[in-house]
C-alpha cells in the first residue's frame, strides 16, 4: 500500500434514489401509477388493489415488502460472504401486516422469512448472521418504528435443528 494510499481518505458514497407516484379520481375509484427512477417499475395501483387480494395491479404495503426483502436479502449475502461463505441459495417472503387501528390505517408488523443453501454454515453461526443482516440491513433500520421478525432457515442444515425466530423493532 502506498503512502497515498493510506492517507486519501475513500469516497463517501451517498445515492438518491427516486420513485414517483400518479393519481387520477377520488380515492375509491380513482387509480394510478408507480414508477422508479430506474425504469425498472412501471405499475399500476388502486385502493382495489390494497384491500382486496386477487387484483392485477400493486400497492404501498406489497412494494415496501418487496424492498425490504431484496434489502434483506442483500444484507444476509453480504454477511455470509464476509464471514466466507457462499450462498448457493437465499429466498426471503416479507409479509407486511396493514391494519386499521383507531381511525387510521397503519404498517404494524413485517415477517421476513428467508431459506437458504449455504455450504459450510453451522446453524449457529447462519442464525448470528442472519440476526445481524435483519438489524443492519438498511430498509430495516428506516422501518425501526415497525415490529419486525424474522424466521431463517439453512435449508442445507441438519434437519433435526429448527428455525430460529427473532423479532426486533421499536427498541
Not at 451517498?14 to 379520481?25: D, I, Q
Amino acid at each position: 500500500m502506498t503512502t497515498n494510499e493510506k492517507t486519501t481518505p475513500k469516497p463517501k458514497i451517498a445515492l438518491s434514489r427516486r420513485a414517483k407516484a400518479e393519481w387520477t379520481g377520488d380515492l375509491l375509484h380513482g387509480r394510478g401509477r408507480l414508477t422508479v427512477g430506474s425504469g425498472a417499475l412501471d405499475v399500476p395501483y388502486s385502493v382495489r388493489s390494497r384491500f382486496e387480494d386477487g387484483q392485477s395491479a400493486t400497492n404501498p404495503e406489497e412494494l415496501l415488502g418487496a424492498a425490504h426483502a431484496g434489502c434483506f436479502t442483500m444484507a444476509l449475502a453480504a454477511q455470509l460472504s464476509g464471514a466466507g461463505f457462499t450462498p448457493s441459495e437465499l429466498d426471503t417472503v416479507a409479509k407486511v401486516s396493514f391494519e386499521k387501528i383507531g381511525e387510521n390505517f397503519q404498517i404494524t408488523r413485517i415477517e421476513l422469512e428467508t431459506a437458504a443453501d449455504v455450504p459450510g454454515v453451522d446453524e449457529t453461526t447462519f442464525q448470528a448472521l442472519a440476526t445481524d443482516a435483519k438489524k443492519n440491513c438498511p430498509v430495516s433500520k428506516a422501518l425501526a418504528a415497525t415490529e419486525i421478525k424474522l424466521k431463517a432457515t439453512l435449508r442445507n442444515a441438519d434437519k433435526t435443528q429448527t428455525p430460529t425466530e427473532v423479532a426486533a423493532g421499536k427498541d
